[in-house]
């Protein structure tokens, strides 16, 4: 299977290199040609030439900057390949459907990258609710703080897509947690929406937002910002008989009963990284018809409908 990267910063090195080690050819394109030499060097294709990996791959990994994620998702669509686009899908959800039914005629596979989804605290409750092991979830908040600043210390944060008030902001960017309550707790419908600017970043878009979202009979919170120097990301369900808490950085699953009991205190070895090869192995057994990867486009169009739906109610500018 011939893998095609489109776009090598961090995540598009990231997804290269877990794709190569899988057993894939590789072939990737960056107009940055330091970037590309950081693949070359440890012996994957790289060329200059955008179209060429549209015209050589079996299928091709999406990670330009997400206002180009649409028209390069159209050009797979059109040669034919499979296609993995990272997250966001899009910025917008103009042109997003008529591209997946032409893709749906194609029979072609369209995922986006959610890596929460292979996360083994999100697939162990995962299990647990799909079982009814403790009763229905009564209500979940999902939570993930941290500090722009910190994501990426060689560069500037402040020149990049998160702080573009049109492709930017904590809503779209951290859409792996709206994502990942949908993904257990089934689709929702976008409740009430908060989103705003602290001053403390020196960006435009908002670095705090909350959601509350309605899955049927239950609802769930979300909150995610930029700007919390103490790193946390982790998700709450009471469940009828039982309370549920996952600690994904810490890769710890605590279940209590409602008196307050521990019953279950799980670690789960290995680290994000890892999530991420378990997401690239998902897709590449999919294109090769060994599997359904876990998070076609249309349950991802899905979620990013309802983040336009919250940015409208906070107000963004652009929204």
């Not at 095609?4 to 794709?19: D, E, F, P, V």
């Amino acid at each position: 299977m011939k893998i095609g990267i489109i776009g090598l910063g961090s995540i598009g090195l990231r997804h290269a290199r877990n794709a190569k080690a899988l057993g894939a050819d590789v072939i990737a394109f960056d107009p940055d040609a330091d970037r590309r030499s950081l693949l070359q060097s440890i012996g994957a294709e790289v060329t200059d030439q955008e179209g060429q990996v549209f015209d050589t791959a079996d299928a091709v990994i999406i990670c330009s900057p997400n206002k180009y994620h649409l028209d390069h998702l159209r050009r797979a669509v059109a040669a034919g390949c499979h296609a993995l686009v990272e997250k966001p899908l899009s910025h917008t959800m103009d042109g997003i459907y008529d591209v997946l039914d032409d893709a749906r005629a194609k029979k072609l596979i369209i995922g986006v990258a959610m890596n929460l989804r292979f996360h083994p605290v999100s697939q162990a409750v995962k299990t647990i609710l799909d079982g009814a092991e403790f009763g229905a979830p009564l209500w979940a908040r999902f939570s993930m703080s941290s500090y722009l600043p910190d994501w990426r210390p060689h560069q500037d944060y402040r020149k990049g897509y998160t702080a573009d008030i049109a492709t930017g902001g904590v809503l779209l960017d951290v859409i792996h947690e709206p994502d990942l309550a949908q993904f257990l707790l089934g689709p929702a419908e976008v409740v009430t929406a908060s989103a705003y600017n602290t001053g403390l970043l020196d960006i435009p878009t908002e670095d705090c937002a909350d959601i509350v979202l309605s899955h049927g009979k239950m609802r769930s919170s979300v909150h995610m910002d930029y700007v919390s120097q103490y790193k946390r990301r982790f998700f709450e369900i009471q469940c009828a008989n039982a309370f549920l808490h996952g600690d994904l950085n810490g890769r710890t699953l605590k279940v209590f009963e409602n008196s307050g009991a521990l019953i279950r205190d799980e670690q789960f070895a290995g680290a994000y990284d890892d999530d991420y090869i378990q997401e690239m192995k998902n897709f590449m057994d999919a294109v090769a018809g060994n599997a359904e990867y876990k998070c076609p486009a249309d349950k991802a169009c899905g979620v990013l409908e309802g983040i336009m739906t919250a940015r409208k109610i906070a107000g963004l500018a652009g929204a």
